[in-house]
T-cell receptor, first 114, second 117 residues
Framework: ELKVEQNPLFLSMQEGKNYTIYCNYSTTSDRLYWYRQDPGKSLESLFVLLSNGAVKQEGRLMASLDTKARLSTLHITAAVHDLSATYFCAVDLLRMDSNYQLIWGAGTKLIIKP | ETGVTQTPRHLVMGMTNKKSLKCEQHLGHNAMYWYKQSAKKPLELMFVYSLEERVENNSVPSRFSPECPNSSHLFLHLHTLQPEDSALYLC????????????????FGPGTRLTVL
């Protein structure tokens, strides 16, 4: 059974600071997503990471994937208030019926204070 | 309308009621999904439809009944629900169905906040 663990689950930080959210998963997978959810709103895709060593950046967010360590990181640089949201990682699981399914982490609620 | 829309946005129902949730995607995608999002729990995949054929049913109780009449519309019919079914129900779609080469980016609707009394 594939398990996806995010930490921390809650993070309060000051504007201008840097921080990293971690996503660990328990079995082999070559595809990982990061999504963002604003309060009361739906999920928005941020990144898809498709191979070992993949790195993607958008603005102040940078995501990376280490498939050997089964670890992805989402790094926030010089945080601004607009980045306050809940961030989810999700990992591909190949099922016995040959279909794929996303297994989701519990989410990291990020609050950025002025 | 653009993206993925869901109606209603909020629903309160008694345990003996029958109601339906509606989802419509305007993206020309070939797969649609129902998820349940409960507080402090990971998203739970309920159903997947690929080209209008159900390909996934993750041991969901029979009081939830999906329907996909065409590739743009997805319904979730609800009857005799329990209070523990209260949650945010999210619909999503993807261009490529989740088989062969892995999943594709999913685009989510705003969700229906369901409260069962």
């Amino acid at each position: 059974e594939l398990k996806v663990e995010q930490n921390p689950l809650f993070l309060s930080m000051q504007e201008g600071k840097n921080y990293t959210i971690y996503c660990n998963y328990s079995t082999t997978s070559d595809r990982l997503y990061w999504y963002r959810q604003d309060p009361g709103k739906s999920l928005e895709s941020l990144f898809v990471l498709l191979s070992n060593g993949a790195v993607k950046q958008e603005g102040r967010l940078m995501a990376s994937l280490d498939t050997k360590a089964r670890l992805s990181t989402l790094h926030i640089t010089a945080a601004v208030h607009d980045l306050s949201a809940t961030y989810f990682c999700a990992v591909d699981l190949l099922r016995m019926d040959s279909n794929y399914q996303l297994i989701w982490g519990a989410g990291t609620k990020l609050i950025i204070k002025p | 309308e653009t993206g993925v829309t869901q109606t209603p946005r909020h629903l309160v129902m008694g345990m003996t009621n029958k109601k339906s949730l509606k989802c419509e995607q305007h993206l020309g995608h070939n797969a649609m999904y129902w998820y349940k999002q409960s507080a402090k729990k990971p998203l739970e995949l309920m159903f997947v439809y690929s080209l209008e054929e159900r390909v996934e049913n993750n041991s969901v109780p029979s009081r939830f009944s999906p329907e996909c009449p065409n590739s743009s519309h997805l319904f979730l019919h609800l009857h005799t629900l329990q209070p523990e079914d209260s949650a945010l129900y999210l619909c999503a779609s993807s261009r490529i169905p989740p088989r062969a080469a892995g999943t594709d980016t999913q685009y989510f609707g705003p969700g229906t906040r369901l409260t069962v009394l």
